[in-house]
């Protein structure tokens, strides 16, 4: 199957510092791009819907300008998490669909642990 | 709303034995449901998915699933573990069709198998 490819696995920040998670489609193009966010012992939740060239879609109760996403490229999207605090430390993936075809399945990256301090 | 519950948090089998990793969903609308797997330091992969017709759905790895509508479940099973399916499984469910990725996931699985 198709690669994705996320950046850093984990990162450890001081608090009010921001972060950037990278996801890369390795092999494949990618209109859309999904982010997730998992906390401890609960499921994946979507954040917000990246699309390339047009602003991100958010969630319900996702803050946008805390979770900065851009999406300049059909092979890369970025996550930046900004003015991070403990409670913003959680696993982070993300998800891309190939650009080709209808009803095609996703792809997932292998997550960012983050960790603020 | 779409919600989807996992029993079991972790599970222990001996290598050779049935794999049961039981999953439970809830939608107002014909489901679409997937089961996908994790191993360590890796990505989300899927191993089958329902959109429509039969019920039992083969996947890969040997993996297999039944949607039960009348029991709203869709557990996933394997007849002999083996030791490389150890990792965590995550069940999902979309009322939005195959293609569109706003998945709902359950809180996941983490199969050990016991040599």
């Known amino acids: 199957g198709a690669v994705v490819s996320q950046h850093p696995s984990r990162v450890i920040c001081k608090s009010g510092t921001s972060v950037k998670i990278e996801c890369r489609s390795l092999d494949f193009q990618a209109t859309t791009m999904f982010w997730y966010r998992q906390f401890p012992k609960q499921s994946l939740m979507l954040m917000a819907t990246?699309?390339?060239?047009?602003?991100?879609?958010?969630e319900q109760g996702v803050e946008k300008d805390k979770f900065l996403i851009n999406h300049a490229s059909l092979t890369l999207s970025t996550l930046t998490v900004t003015s991070a605090h403990p409670e913003d430390s959680s696993f982070y993936i993300c998800s891309a669909r190939d650009l080709k075809g209808i009803n095609t399945e996703a792809f997932f990256g292998q997550g960012t642990r983050l960790t603020v301090v | 709303a779409q919600s989807v519950t996992q029993l079991g948090s972790h599970v222990s089998v001996s290598e050779g034995a049935l794999v049961l990793l039981r999953c439970n969903y809830s939608?107002?609308?014909?489901?679409?449901l997937f089961w996908y797997v994790q191993y360590p330091n890796q990505g989300l992969q899927l191993l089958l998915k329902y959109t429509t017709g039969a019920t039992l759905v083969k996947g890969i790895n040997g993996f297999e699933a039944e949607f039960k509508k009348s029991e709203t479940s869709f557990h996933l099973t394997k007849p002999s573990a083996h030791m490389s399916d150890a990792a965590e499984y995550f069940c999902a469910v979309s009322d939005l069709g195959f293609g569109n990725e706003k998945l709902t996931f359950g809180t996941g699985t983490r199969l050990t198998i016991i040599p």
């Open positions: 939608s107002s609308v014909p489901p679409y």
């Open positions: 990246s699309n390339e060239g047009s602003k991100a879609t958010y």
